[in-house]
């Protein structure tokens, strides 16, 4: 099984806790490809019809925030752990999520109210809001049918260009339009609702290193967010998602300005990969709450006065891609052998002689690194990293040994183009060493 279907493996683990029946349906859902298996409603379906699942933990892609899937499961009996349907829809029309947090003082960039559908309509908002604008698709994500518009001659081309480019991929050319913000740090709050009303806040994780959309590293808490930004935004989050009768785990997405002012973006309406490292500061176990909350239990044990952060933790995405080019790299793991000691948590599905098929992500195993501050951190990361042997296939291990020697990462100094800047910056360093 892939790592990035680990929430979906640690629920098997509390479900059993917890007496729920439950079943591996891996076997039986059908072929490996994704959209014969995974992404097959009747598929998924039949295969927890056959085992008699109580409940269905979407994990993290496929599924996972597929309103349609999510009534399906509430029609066949099965209990799908997330939000209500109509949440999930909601969320998923980013310029609907946008405009509802607005209302509850949520703070969003300046940008349209509402979907634009004419040039001209488009026009008229950036004369508003001021250029640089960025225009974006309402039923988007990970940045596709998105453009950035310099000045008013750049408008008409990639105004069509980012319509033409949501049509085709998500059957819908609804655009909407924001200020840009030229280099953001991307920064997101963690909340967790039960089915009675009851809010919290679990702090931000800091997901400003990436590349291509794709997250390689992430920390909580940010270096950039004070307590008084935590509490004020995390208290403004909890008092909009209660009024909309948000249940389950939610993020929160906000960029930061350079003078640290938080936007809110987007929410994702699922568990996210970087979730131990809230974890770990926060010592809530995610999704055994997700579990008691489809079950109806009560989110009495986490009183959000009771909510602490404890230390600093920070993942490593261990991917199994070569770390200059990120190719993908498949095949047999020969030797495989995982940190650990104080402080260290590995969640992984990988061993020795298990093969990495090509269908899916390449995330094989998440390295995460507690310690009382960011230095500890960052030390305990390196030791495990250095540690870490995985053998016969490539990983993205040496690429994180390098991240946590920089001086820019450890100065905490980034922002979402810190990994072009830093792949620059190392191809240099290595041709000096030939
Ligand atoms: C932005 C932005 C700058 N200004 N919005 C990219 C994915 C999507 N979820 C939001 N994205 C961005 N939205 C405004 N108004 C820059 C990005 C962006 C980005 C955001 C988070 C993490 C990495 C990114 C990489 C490139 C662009």
Request: with cysteine; net charge neutral.
């Amino acid at each position: 099984m892939p790592a990035k279907n680990w929430a979906y493996e640690q629920s098997r683990f509390t479900a059993r806790l917890i007496g729920i029946r439950c079943t591996s349906v891996l076997q039986i859902v059908g072929p490996p490809r994704a959209a014969e298996s995974y992404l097959n409603i009747p598929a998924v379906i039949s295969a927890a019809e056959i085992a008699n699942v109580d409940a269905i933990h979407p994990g993290y892609g496929l599924l996972s925030e597929n309103a349609n899937f999510a009534e399906v499961c509430e029609t066949s009996r099965i209990k799908f752990i997330g939000p209500p349907p109509e949440i999930t829809r909601m969320m998923g029309e980013k310029e609907k999520a946008r405009q509802t947090m607005k209302k509850s003082g949520v703070p969003i960039l300046p940008g349209s109210d509402g979907v634009i559908n004419s040039m001209d309509e488009a026009q008229e908002w950036a004369r508003t809001i001021g250029y640089p604008v960025i225009v974006k698709a309402s039923a988007g994500g990970g940045g596709r049918g998105m453009r950035v518009i310099r000045n008013e001659r750049e408008m008409p081309e990639l105004f069509h260009a980012a319509q033409s480019e949501a049509a085709a991929a998500f059957g819908n050319g609804d655009l909407y339009i924001e200020k840009f913000i030229e280099r953001p740090r991307h920064i997101e709050f963690q909340i967790l609702a039960d089915a009675y009303g009851n809010l919290v806040s679990l702090g931000e994780r800091e997901c400003s290193i990436q590349r291509r959309h794709q997250k390689l590293l992430e920390e909580s808490p940010s270096m950039q967010v004070t307590p008084h930004m935590r509490k004020s935004i995390g208290e403004s989050l909890c008092s909009t998602l209660t009024r909309i009768g948000y249940i389950n785990a939610g993020t929160v997405e906000f960029l930061m300005d350079e003078q640290s002012n938080l936007h809110l973006i987007e929410m994702n309406t699922r568990i996210q990969v970087e979730h131990p490292v809230t974890e770990m500061v926060t010592g809530i176990d995610l999704v055994k709450s997700q579990i008691l909350i489809a079950v109806g239990e009560r989110l009495e044990s986490v009183l959000q006065r009771d909510v602490e952060h404890r230390g600093h933790a920070i993942e490593c995405r261990i991917n199994a891609e070569h770390p200059e080019t990120f190719t993908p790299s498949a095949g047999k793991i020969i030797a495989f052998h995982t940190p650990g000691g104080t402080g260290v948590r590995v969640d992984t599905a990988a061993y020795a002689e298990g093969v990495i098929p090509p269908y899916y992500d390449s995330l094989i195993a998440k390295l995460v690194a507690h310690g009382k501050d960011r230095e500890e951190a960052m030390s305990r990361m390196s030791r495990a990293l250095e540690m870490f042997i995985v053998q016969g296939i490539h990983t993205t291990i040496p690429l994180h040994l390098r991240i946590m020697a920089d001086p820019e990462f450890r100065a905490g100094k980034f922002d979402t183009k810190y990994m072009e800047r830093f792949l620059a910056r190392n191809k240099e360093i290595k041709a000096e060493k030939r």
